[in-house]
């Protein structure tokens, strides 16, 4: 088998908000490698943002929006995620909580590659009104590890009594993979695994009912 062709970045030093080739480049790139940077426009906004932490993230860089000379070394010779499941299934979903990162796997295949932010594990109580009455609602903000299937989903915006999720996909009672309009660097959630939309767009059309999903590690604040 010929070996691949080597790989050259433009090096050039890209910020958020950037425009031009070399952001281009990096968005074809990053698709190429599995992760989701939105629309091949040439534009450097929030959803490529999101795209080029999650890449940072399995390559060991500490996630910046500031595209410079580790992160396009990486892209000229990436890292693959590192395996959660190694006995798992073809088929199946690995979010990593200490990298705060979600792979899907496809027939053995890394398919799909996406940044995430998931239980803030800080306790909670809120007051909301759920089921025609103001009631008041406490957890601890977790995610657990484990492992779990995919079971109901909805399409669309979904309102639960601690907020809206968007294209949900459950997977451990009511803690779901979804959409979010926030998906920080650091966990946030009241337990869900967030995602940025347009990833959550997507994965509806490529993650099936009964599939897999383990969950691993534990996040450390810096």
């Known amino acids: 088998m010929p070996a691949a062709e080597p790989v050259t970045a433009p090096r050039q030093t890209l910020r958020l908000g950037a425009k031009g080739k070399a952001v281009t480049w990096l968005q074809r790139r990053l698709a190429d490698l599995g992760y989701r940077p939105g629309r091949i426009d040439g534009q450097y906004g929030s959803t490529t943002l999101a795209a080029v932490w999650a890449f940072q993230k ?21 890292k693959a995620p590192r395996v959660l499941a190694p006995h798992g299934r073809a088929t199946r979903v690995e979010i990593d909580l200490t990298r705060q990162i979600m792979v899907l796997y496809v027939r ?19 007051t909301a009104t759920w089921q025609g009455r103001r009631q008041r609602f406490c957890g601890s ?11 109901w989903r909805v399409s669309g915006w979904h309102r639960s009594y601690l907020g809206e999720l968007y294209n949900p996909i459950f997977f451990n009672g009511g803690i779901a993979l979804h959409g979010a309009l926030s998906v920080p660097l650091y966990p946030a959630s009241h337990g869900c695994v967030r995602l940025p939309m347009n ?13 897999p999903v383990h969950v691993r590690g534990k996040f450390r604040r810096a």
């Open 108 to 126: 053995g295949e890394v398919e799909l590659i996406s940044h995430i932010s998931s239980g803030s594990g800080v306790p909670y109580c809120e």
């Open 141 to 151: 903000a977790t995610t657990p590890t484990g492992n779990y299937r995919t079971t």
């Open 58 to 78: 399995v390559n060991g860089i500490r996630p910046t929006s500031t595209v410079a000379r580790r992160t396009w070394q990486a892209l000229e010779a990436p």
């Open 199 to 211: 990833v959550a767009r997507e994965l509806p059309g490529k993650l099936g009912k009964g599939v």
